[in-house]
């Protein structure tokens, strides 16, 4: 499986800083630490230890390529310790100007101890956390634990040497450790690099921290073996550079200016590499069009020149526009170090002598040579190192040609006239720098007491630089932490601004849905009233036809007791039916009596619950079909007494007709 995640380097990503004074202990893990900037991009960034900087400052350009808005600082006394060995202030003294250069708008050196820094941080604020100090298990175990706090949570702490087991290294053994108490991952070439992840955020399932603390052991192989590779690939990179660099320092180059409105610059220039003694064509490839004459610089060290054509051709086609040869060279003008020794024996070349560094051979001005296409300048040359080739030109003799011999006599006369003058100025030089020394063997005692009490002074310069250091380091770190603090609260404001106005249309929505509610129940209200007054009303209607009833029975019982004494068995079952009646009644007014005692529970939830409404509409409901219900055992009961009274009536009046039938048959 191959790991083709954006996240791994491009191969663009070249150290700066590789193996700073002969160390390389760190150099493996160079691309991860340009990849885990990339993949956390971190807002502050810690390093505990950091000598000559090599992973700092590969940790700093991180940063800055891939534009992450991070604070960096390196945590050191910068006087060593008993593993990495102790050293003089030049290494403080490199590493600060170096950070100055580079690194100066977000990388702050603090020369203090790892304990005395904490102060300087807020807990739960460093992103990435890098621990390369004294490695002893207890040194290390003090700076875990004593940083972690600091550290957010998910952040990333790295340890450095945790495959290294010689001496009294100990980071080994609190890796162990660790590996129980949190994510972790590690890689264990060049010493061994932990990769701890702080509890407390779940990690990601994407990207390079996916991989990492993720489940997959096949990734994380194919990760190991990804960076070793490009561990090798720097380590072999490193190697060529060097010997790059030596056959750079044995061999010779020669150099085409063009000219510009700033004059001769590097960057408008054109090299290539010379092979000492033989005859080589030169090709180069120039624009057009430029103003001014060229400047070759024929080569960058001492040596014997022979120039033998200098040709200007169009690039595409190969039109020769512009060619010099012989004599013509021998005339063109010269600055730095460089002198013309004349022809060849052979007359077909110009011999030139390099003093020094910096040969100056001027072109005419090429401003007739027009063309549409780019141009190619080839140069036919030989450079002779050995000085041995000089001896035969200074005895030669008059049979080269006249000219020649004049030339080269007028160059010589100017040469010495030349060198007579410098020799003049370096002599009257060398007398004032005489008269200057002897003044200074003269003020030496004084010398020495103004430079005993200078140095006293730069001492106390230096302390109190090194405090107004550590403290403006202070102050600029309250800064950032104030910064960041009053960027979380702004954004917590924001946060709290627009629940405000959530809250604000909440309780607008719940004002008018309270107007609406109270509305409704105000009508219900006005419902229930009107309700509760028919129930009243009702109510004296049973009343009233109860007292009707309790009347009729009265006066039945009364007609039953003075008229009918041989009904009294009927009457009594019909009183005994009277009396279920009005038992009937007396349970309906007990059932109203609740009733009315629920409906008055129920008017005091209406405030409350609105669903009771529901429930009273059905209980008046009830209550009406119970009402029907009385009125239809009243009609019963009215139609009971009323068939009684019928009864009663012709039993009372049937022996009266039967007598009056009597006495009209006799």
Request: proline residues 4%; charged residues 25%; negative net charge.
């Amino acid at each position: 499986m191959l790991i083709t995640s954006p996240y791994v380097p491009s191969g663009t990503f070249h150290p700066k800083r590789y193996r700073p004074g002969g160390i390389g202990n760190w150099s493996g893990h160079l691309p991860f630490a340009n990849d885990l900037i990339r993949a956390v991009r971190p807002q502050l960034f810690v390093e505990l230890g950091t000598h000559y900087g090599e992973s700092y400052f590969g940790f700093c350009q991180a940063v800055s390529e891939h534009n992450v808005p991070c604070v960096c600082y390196a945590v050191d006394t910068w006087l060593g310790e008993a593993h990495a060995g102790f050293y003089g202030e030049e290494v403080y003294t490199e590493v600060d100007s170096y950070n100055r250069v580079n690194y100066d708008k977000f990388s702050y050196l603090l020369r203090t101890t790892f304990d005395a820094a904490l102060a300087q941080f807020a807990p739960d604020s460093i992103d990435i956390l890098h621990i390369d100090g004294l490695h002893t298990y207890e040194a290390v175990a003090h700076d875990f634990y004593g940083w972690l706090p600091k550290v957010k949570p998910g952040g990333i702490v790295l340890f450095h040497d945790i495959k290294t087991r010689h001496q009294d290294f100990g980071v080994w053994k609190l890796w162990e450790e660790l590996k129980s108490q949190g994510a972790t991952f590690e890689f264990e070439h060049s010493w061994g690099l932990g990769v701890f992840r702080k509890p407390g955020i779940a990690p990601t399932g994407a990207g390079l921290l996916g991989i990492l603390f993720g489940d997959s052991d096949e990734m994380k192989t194919h990760l190991r073996r990804f960076y070793v590779l490009c561990a090798t690939e720097l380590e072999c990179r490193h190697k060529a550079n060097e010997r790059l660099r030596e056959d750079r320092a044995n061999a010779a180059r020669l150099q085409v200016f063009l000219p510009s409105e700033a004059g001769y610059r590097e960057e408008d220039s054109h090299s290539v590499e010379l092979t000492m003694g033989q005859w080589q064509q030169i090709d180069l490839e120039l624009s057009s069009g430029f103003a001014g004459p060229l400047r070759i610089d024929l080569i960058d060290c001492p040596a014997v020149i022979e120039l033998a054509c200098l040709t200007f051709r169009a690039l595409i086609n190969g039109d020769i526009l512009w060619t010099a040869t012989g004599r013509d060279l021998c005339s063109f003008p010269l600055k730095g170090t460089i002198v013309c020794l004349g022809m060849t024996e052979s007359g077909n070349a110009c011999r030139f002598f390099s003093f020094g560094g910096d040969p100056q051979l001027f072109l005419p001005d090429l401003g007739s040579v027009q063309s549409d296409q780019p141009l190619r300048l080839q140069v036919w040359l030989r450079v002779l190192p050995e000085f041995s080739a000089l001896v035969p030109l200074l005895s030669a003799d008059a049979n080269g040609s006249e000219e020649a011999v004049e030339e080269s006599e007028l160059q010589a006369l100017e040469d010495v006239a030349a060198l007579k003058a410098e020799l003049e100025r370096i002599t009257a030089e060398r007398d004032l720098l005489l008269a200057g020394r002897n003044q200074m063997d003269l003020d030496a005692p004084d010398m020495a007491r103004d430079y005993v009490q200078m140095k006293s002074e730069r001492d106390s310069f230096a302390a109190e630089h090194e405090e107004l250091l550590a403290e403006h380091n202070k102050v600029r770190t309250q800064v950032f932490l104030f910064k960041t603090e009053a960027k979380q609260a702004r954004k917590e404001l924001e946060s709290t601004r627009s629940e405000l106005m959530q809250v604000r249309v909440s309780y607008d929505a719940c004002r008018t849905q309270r107007t609406e509610l109270e509305n409704v129940m105000l009508n219900l209200r006005n419902d229930l009233a009107e309700r509760v007054s028919s129930i009243e009303r009702l109510q004296a209607l049973v009343a009233e036809k109860d007292l009707a009833v309790e009347r009729i029975n009265s006066s039945v019982r009364a007609d039953h007791e003075a008229t009918i004494p041989n009904l009294e068995h009927v009457i009594a079952d019909k009183d005994a039916v009277l009396a279920e009646k009005n038992a009937a009644l007396a349970e309906k007014d007990a059932a109203l009596t609740a009733k009315d005692a629920a409906l008055a529970e129920k008017d005091a939830a209406l405030a409350e619950k609105d669903a009771a409404l529901a429930e009273k509409d059905a209980a008046l409901v009830e209550k009406d079909a119970a009402l029907v219900e009385k009125d239809a055992a009243v009609q019963r009961l009215e139609a009971a007494v009323q068939e009684l009274a019928t009864c009663r009536s012709m039993r009372i009046t049937a022996p009266m007709r039967a007598i009056g039938r009597l006495f009209k048959s006799e």
